[in-house]
């Protein structure tokens, strides 16, 4: 990617809001250090347990409503860089734009919906379905569009490993992978390639600042 056709920034702005995504898997860390109860698994039990209020009879987080708090924040600073951002991709920026306006917004129901005692959560299952499936899916298309353009292919070529590796984990999921596994083998290579961009957008901001001192 290039930061020629945003401005200076709004480019900072953009890369700032991806690095700090970062903050949901510190959140995930956090909400799992307060389980009281049974020790949390990583790999059995679900990403959502860590934002449930009610205590099942495995346990729950002390912290639920920081993890919960963690998913609404990281909603609005990937629908941020989106808005930022989107520019870059050239040709399909609206429909990547649509995807991320997808995921973030799974994002947010997943975090104002969360998992109830009484298992009446349709809204936060529809919500984890377009927060995981949909980042997928949007970061997958940011790689196809940047593979066909000369100077970003190497970046598009490790935009769709990202992307693939997330969809593998929905696949796993789907043939009864344990589920904490399967869900973090699903999210946790989409948020390395948010931070990851946020990381490289911020080196080609000091590059044009130091041009143009």
Do not use: K
Not at 73 to 80: K, P, Q, Y
């Amino acid at each position: 990617m290039t930061g020629d056709v945003v401005g200076r920034g709004r480019l900072l702005a953009g890369a700032v809001a991806l690095v700090l995504v970062v903050q949901y898997v510190l959140a995930e860390v956090v909400a799992a250090a307060a389980w009281r109860g049974e020790a949390y698994d990583w790999s059995r039990d679900y990403v959502s347990d860590l934002g449930a209020p009610a205590c099942e009879p495995g346990g729950c987080s002390s912290l639920w409503w920081l993890f919960d708090a963690s998913l609404v924040l990281h909603a609005t600073l990937v629908l941020t860089a989106a808005v930022l951002l989107s520019p870059l991709v050239g040709r399909g920026r609206r429909a990547v734009l649509a995807m991320f306006v997808v995921t973030a917004a799974g994002n947010a129901l997943v975090g104002l919906f969360p998992l109830t005692v009484d298992g009446e959560d349709a809204v936060h299952y529809v919500g984890a379905v377009l927060a995981i499936g949909g980042a997928s899916l949007a970061v997958g298309l940011v790689g196809l569009l940047c593979v066909r353009r000369r100077g970003r292919r190497a970046y598009g070529w490790v935009t769709l490993a990202c992307a693939a590796t997330g969809l593998a984990g929905i696949v796993a999921l789907g043939l009864d992978a344990p589920p904490g596994l399967g869900e973090r083998v699903a999210i946790w290579p989409v948020v390395a390639w948010y931070v990851g961009t946020g990381v490289v957008l911020l080196g080609q901001y000091a590059r044009r600042a130091a041009v143009s001192a």
